[in-house]
């Protein structure tokens, strides 16, 4: 317990964690932009007909045309926390929009987007903004140190994604046959410099060995003083080539900067110097020399509590897919938030047949008609979403006055370069199925083995 | 001494990868570099302006063959009217799936073959002697499915003969129908010669808007829209639950909707395997792309599933009677039968293909989970 107190009441510089506040609000506003630039906010919130909801949050809808309304306010908050103005206020309501916008439809998941969410629920309880904001200016109070839990979290949940990435990539297709980087790479042909050597096999599994090891020991390379320099040049390397050959969007730049907190204060003091002296930012507020001392010690608190939750829920969440049989890359049951990045070419062929039970009159449906190409190109491979489109064309056609409808999937399936197979049992009526995080009994199982976690 | 470990990395990797350049070209067995400016070549060069070429010369033979019936309709000269325009539109079948570039543009297969005609429009424009073709509502009102109505469209021939007899209207229409599809045509394969072959070849990366992932992508809506959908799903009551036997290619001819559908199998299956529009040469093609990845996959090899499925779809097809006679059935269980087997191709070209190939459907932000 002494020990736990002691942790609690360590402090430490306030400036790392001032740094990662900046850039990761700077580099939120500037993906908002961008996303907003490329007009997806139209093409995938407003323009569907029907999204695809997270189960237990159905209840979460799209604002029509005010949807950029909550956008624009995500990007605000963005940018207030950037500044460190009013910084409570600004990263509770950027963690609330931007969480609302991702679950407004399954579609569009992506494990950075959860990152961003988790990343920015931990930092509402963090004292990002005592130190190199517009609040510790208006207080005019040189608030130098803060406790060091606060920037060993972000440490950890780091640790945790790289680490989760990492065990998930030690599997019979990545490691044996360098797959799925061995469709991947290839197509890659035509960049700069490499890309004549992507379409090589010993590329391919230096690609796929290298990136499973750099994702399982890359935290104690940062962590480690002697290590920590080459491991962050080997992180920029990392990122940038993952961003010049796959669309992975401004992730990157996000775990790039996100390992800038692994350095010692002294670094981030350059940093904020340099910033400082460009915004006429007061120096008397920088200084870090006297010792804060705290008024009262820092006991176990509410925040704490939330906090260990927090982490013992992200260390168990990704383990859940061990409750389900069946290949996890087949039926996804218990794949998402769990850091699995990369691992699958995985890509289907959806049809739906209508059919009156009672006479036995029967039709397919032309999905083009109720979904946008990358809602039928994400469903045609996950199950709960192919359920969940089964419930509503039900909903459909009996509004349409059809009586007594069924629906039946006929779905084929290619994973990490296998022959296309059966997915969805062609003979269960899916509008008898529920949606629950029991076991799905009316996937087909996985006609091959992949081993490993 | 960190900055300097830092450095030897870079300069290591830097070294790593121009040494191999100055290698030059690697020849290791596994290496699946496969030249896709040759297979853009290929499709230019020897698929796509010889089907254009050909087909504004047999496009140019139609117009001959109105002139001549328009001159003196008569049972003779309306026959041979009849077998030219069969012979361009199954021409048209070799053709229509390259609605890219130029085609895409001017929308070719829309101004040329959407069906079933609107029989009351054409009579109408014919009656008012004042349309304009170019009109996007009068595309169900030209083109092959138009000729189609007028040529065939009465049960006696003499009926039909005595339509176009002192008939400057309807001779009027005949004509300006085909001045439309040979001015479309003769643009596409203008522009084709003039610039288009250049761009597309030139453009021979790999993303989404490199010129393979187009053509791919065209490719598969073309089969799956206008060969699978269009010219047996739609009738055949795939899509509706009762057939629409009234929607075939060809509805008034009657005849040859099975004809057609099977010249577009076999465009479809050449493409893919890259034979040559004039001569059946093969050269490099989706077949042969995944030949060159099966190599390193050491799977199945899709090109032999999916050359095989196209075999057995096209036998299934062929031993069916007139599409027409096999709709009366109710319901049309050899029809729908048949175009099951086309409907296998639709996940073979869709799912396994373009994953080998790592193309993509549509675009946005991706973190391959």
Redesign the interface.
């Known amino acids: 317990m002494t020990r736990i107190a002691t942790y609690l009441n360590t402090a430490t510089e306030a400036a790392p964690l001032a740094v990662f506040r900046v850039f990761f609000g700077l580099l939120m506003l500037v993906s908002i932009i961008r996303f907003w630039s490329y007009g997806?906010i139209d093409k995938?919130y407003i323009q569907p007909d029907f999204h695809f909801k997270f189960y237990g949050f159905q209840w979460v809808q799209d604002f029509g045309v005010y949807t950029y309304v909550l956008f624009a306010t995500c990007a605000l908050s963005a940018f207030a926390v950037t500044i460190g103005y009013k910084y409570k206020v600004a990263i509770i309501s950027f963690f609330i929009t931007f969480t609302y916008i991702e679950l407004i439809d399954k579609t569009?998941y992506?494990?950075?987007y959860y990152f961003i969410s988790i990343l920015s629920f931990l930092l509402i309880f963090l004292p990002a903004a005592n130190y190199f904001s517009v609040d510790a200016r208006q207080n005019n109070k040189a608030n130098g140190h803060i406790p060091k839990w606060s920037i060993d979290s972000i440490k950890l949940l780091l640790a945790i994604v790289y680490i989760y990435a990492g065990l998930a990539k030690l599997n019979s297709d990545w490691l044996i046959e360098a797959m799925?980087l061995?469709?991947?790479l290839?197509?890659?042909?035509?960049i700069p410099?490499?890309g004549?050597?992507l379409?090589?096999?010993?590329a391919q599994y230096a690609f796929s060995w290298i990136g499973a090891a750099y994702d399982l020991f890359i935290t104690f390379l940062l962590f480690y003083k002697p290590t920590?320099?080459?491991a962050f040049?080997?992180v920029v390397?990392f990122h940038v080539l993952t961003r010049v050959l796959?669309?992975?969007?401004m992730?990157p730049y996000i775990m790039i900067v996100s390992a800038l907190i692994f350095f010692d204060a002294r670094v981030h003091k350059k940093i904020i110097n340099a910033f400082a002296k460009a915004l006429h930012y007061p120096k008397n507020l920088l200084k870090t020399t006297e010792r804060i001392v705290q008024e009262s010690p820092n006991r176990w608190g509410l925040k704490h509590t939330i906090i260990a939750i927090f982490f013992v829920i992200q260390i168990v969440l990704p383990w859940r897919y061990l409750l389900y049989p069946g290949e996890l890359f087949w039926t996804e049951e218990g794949?998402?938030f769990s850091w699995?990045?990369?691992?699958?070419?995985k890509?289907?062929?959806a049809?739906f047949k209508i059919v009156d039970k009672v006479t036995g009159?029967?039709?397919?449906?032309?999905n083009s008609d109720f979904l946008t190409?990358?809602q039928e190109?994400q469903m045609s491979f996950q199950p709960d979403l192919i359920l969940e489109y089964a419930h509503y064309l039900r909903k459909h056609f009996e509004a349409q006055g059809h009586q007594n409808v069924g629906v039946y999937a006929e779905v084929?399936?290619?994973l990490n370069?296998?022959?296309?197979t059966q997915f969805i049992n062609p003979n269960v009526d899916l509008t008898q199925e529920k949606e629950s995080f029991k076991h799905k009994t009316w996937i087909t199982p996985f006609k091959d083995e992949i081993k490993g976690i | 001494m960190k900055k300097i470990v830092a450095l030897l990395v870079i300069v290591l990797a830097i070294y790593a990868c121009s040494s191999d350049d100055n290698a030059g070209g690697s020849d290791t067995p596994n290496n699946v570099m496969f030249d896709r400016s040759a297979l853009l070549e290929n499709w230019a060069d020897n698929i796509i302006m010889p089907g254009y070429e050909d087909f504004v010369n047999q496009a140019t033979t139609l117009e001959e063959a109105i002139d001549t019936f328009n001159a003196t309709p008569s049972q003779a000269t309306l026959d041979v009217l009849r077998n030219t325009w069969l012979t361009t539109y199954t021409t048209w079948q070799r053709i229509s799936l390259f609605e890219i570039g130029p085609a895409e543009t001017v929308g070719l297969r829309l101004n040329i073959n959407i069906y079933p005609a609107d029989t009351d429009q054409i009579t109408t424009n014919i009656d008012n002697g004042t349309y304009d073709l170019s009109l996007s509502s009068n595309r169900t009102a030209k083109g092959f499915p138009a000729l189609d109505f007028l040529l065939f469209g009465e049960d006696s021939d003499a009926t039909i003969i005595a339509q176009f007899t002192a008939n400057p209207n309807a001779q009027q229409y005949l004509s300006d129908i085909i001045t439309d599809i040979i001015n479309l045509s003769t643009q596409v394969r203008d522009e084709w010669q003039d610039n288009f072959r250049d761009t597309f070849v030139a453009n021979d990366g790999s993303s989404v808007t490199a010129s393979a992932d187009r053509m791919v992508n065209d490719y598969i809506f073309y089969y799956e829209r206008f060969l699978r959908a269009g010219k047996m799903g739609i009738p055949g009551g795939v899509f509706s639950g009762t057939p629409n036997p009234q929607n075939i290619e060809a509805f008034h001819n009657g005849t040859i909707s099975k004809q057609l559908f099977l010249e577009g199998l076999d465009a479809v299956q050449d493409f893919f395997n890259g034979v040559a529009y004039n001569g059946g040469a093969q050269g490099e093609s989706l077949s042969s792309y995944l030949d060159a990845l099966n190599t390193v996959k050491d799977g199945v090899d899709l090109n032999t599933v999916i050359n095989n499925q196209f075999n057995t779809a096209r036998s299934s097809v062929q031993a069916l009677g007139l599409f027409a006679t096999e709709l009366e059935a109710a319901p049309p269980t050899n029809f729908l039968n048949a175009y099951d087997q086309v409907q296998v191709i639709v996940p073979l070209i869709k799912v396994d293909m373009v994953s080998a190939m790592s193309i993509s459907i549509d675009f946005s932000d991706a973190d391959g989970d």
């Open positions: 997806w995938f569009t992506l494990n950075h799925p061995k469709i991947w290839p197509s890659k042909f035509d410099f490499i004549h050597l379409g090589q096999e010993w920590r320099s080459l040049v080997m390397i796959f669309p992975i969007g992730f794949y998402r699995r990045v990369m691992l699958m070419e890509s289907g062929y049809q009159r029967r039709f397919y449906v032309d190409p990358l190109k084929q399936v290619a370069g296998r022959l296309s």
